[in-house]
């Protein structure tokens, strides 16, 4: 544990808000500063552009990349070079197609090349991502590009009549209130953020009414989470016969895919439609629900390719080139998440001409069932610090104890090791055991599942 993060945990809750907020504001300064608001005017109608102007800014938007790519890193110069593809003259999307997809591993495994070398540092900020394999990425993110992503997110919200004051009951990964803490508060404050945000850590049947009496006092009218956090609350909130006693006008949910039934019961418990988008770390795709609750592609955002899955008609990977991240390029870069499109075209009342998606099957997590006895959900992203991972499974075959199947990289070290317990232990009640392995069996569509329960 740092120095930091202990001092955080010693404090009393009203020092942990303070924390909170002042952390809170540090970030909110560089995501939502001055530059936000004027790349968030230059974006929030773009999603309206007619279709022949979303294809010129699409393709100028690459070929700036492709040509920066070309002069500054030393990965795209070679494979230009080898392929004979003319970044200058780039006018034609089909043309990527003789170029080959990017796996997470290969930048992982070299990622200097990649680099734009005239980016200055000052720049750029440093990201950390995960995804459903567990294995981690560290990468620059240009500001701009943070800007940029942030603009398309909240364009998404204010679409659905979201805005940037609106308070929020926020069920984030983050672990905000200390794990071995057993009594309330089970929230924070986040004043710069507008956020009160709920430990989904301590949610259980015993704590469940402390939240709902939270988010009634303080009249919130919009909850965002992951769904099977916000469907695991409903479905206590049913036991418990608890009600909000004011409507809950925006259920927004991020992360994971949405299942039917978790959306069944937040429809019946909240009141209101769960809305979806889809996004990554990696600014290589982004999908918004609009307000006819249609999934379309963000088409300004970055050049999304659905790639059909072997003997499965209708299912797609997403692969995604980046426009916006000058520090790095992302040049038909591997998600692993799957969509399914619909049989043909859709045209959507609300006149986009984003291309509809009928299902973002990305990522599935599953809970595992801690000592208490109470479920908690197991996330790619506890491990996105852990670039030295190739691969982890967690299994679970009995009640409090869980083994983490981990492909170390050569360059994992015992220190990777003390970083991993201590991210377990800081998160879950469990007893676990740690076991190394060559490799992860995968599931028969090719896909690594996360979580494996044995539990009836
Ligand atoms: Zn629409």
Redesign the pocket.
């Known amino acids: 544990m740092s120095l930091s993060e202990l001092l955080y945990e010693l404090s009393p809750v009203f020092m942990q808000n303070f924390f909170c907020s002042l952390e809170g504001a540090k970030i909110y300064r560089r995501r939502f500063g001055e530059n936000f608001f004027a790349v968030f005017d230059e974006i929030k109608d773009r999603d309206r552009l007619p279709r022949e102007e979303m294809e010129k800014l699409k393709t100028a938007r690459m070929r700036t990349q492709l040509v920066a790519a070309y002069e500054n890193s030393e990965y795209y110069k070679n494979l230009f070079d080898r392929h004979a593809f003319d970044p200058y003259k780039f006018e034609d999307f089909e043309t990527l197609q003789s170029l080959p997809l990017l796996k997470k591993e290969a930048l992982q495994e070299n990622l200097l090349a990649f680099l734009n070398r005239h980016v200055s540092p000052a720049s750029y900020i440093t990201l950390h991502t995960s995804g459903t394999t567990g294995a981690g990425l560290v990468f620059p993110e240009s500001k701009r590009c943070e800007n940029e992503k942030w603009a398309v997110w909240w364009r998404y919200r204010t679409n659905l009549g979201i805005s940037l004051d609106t308070w929020c009951a926020n069920f984030g990964g983050k672990v905000i209130v200390p794990v071995k803490q057993s009594k309330p508060p089970y929230h924070r404050i986040i004043k710069p953020f507008r956020q009160v945000s709920f430990s989904m850590y301590h949610l259980g049947p015993d704590t469940v009414g402390e939240y709902v009496k939270v988010i009634n006092r303080k009249r919130l009218h919009w909850i965002h989470g992951f769904p099977s956090t916000l469907s695991y609350l409903a479905s206590l909130m049913q036991e418990k016969n608890l009600v909000f006693d004011h409507p809950i006008r925006w259920v927004t949910i991020g992360a994971e895919s949405l299942l039917p039934h978790q959306k069944k019961i937040i429809r019946e418990v909240f009141g209101t439609d769960p809305r979806q988008h889809y996004g990554l770390s990696e600014p290589v795709a982004n999908i918004s629900e609009?307000e006819?609750g249609?999934l379309?592609v963000d088409e300004d955002f970055a050049h999304v390719e659905f790639l059909p899955l072997e003997n499965e008609s209708g299912r797609y990977q997403i692969v995604g080139s980046s426009f916006a991240n000058d520090a790095l390029l992302f040049l038909r870069y591997c998600t692993n998440d799957i969509v399914t499109l619909p049989d043909k075209p859709e045209q959507?009342?609300?006149g986009?001409i984003g291309r509809v998606v009928r299902d973002i099957e990305g990522r599935k997590y599953d809970y595992i069932v801690q000592k208490d006895g109470s479920k908690i959900m197991i996330l790619g992203h506890i491990f996105r610090d852990m670039v030295n991972i190739r691969e982890v499974q967690v299994k679970q075959e009995k009640s409090g104890f869980v083994t983490f199947f981990v492909v170390p990289s050569e360059r994992y070290t015992e220190e990777d090791e003390a970083l991993l317990r201590h991210e377990i232990e800081m998160r879950f009640r469990i007893d676990y055991a740690i076991e190394y392995v060559d490799k992860i069996e995968k599931t028969e569509r090719g896909k690594l599942r996360l979580v494996i329960s044995e539990l009836a």
């Open positions: 609009c006819h249609s379309h959507c009342p609300c986009r």
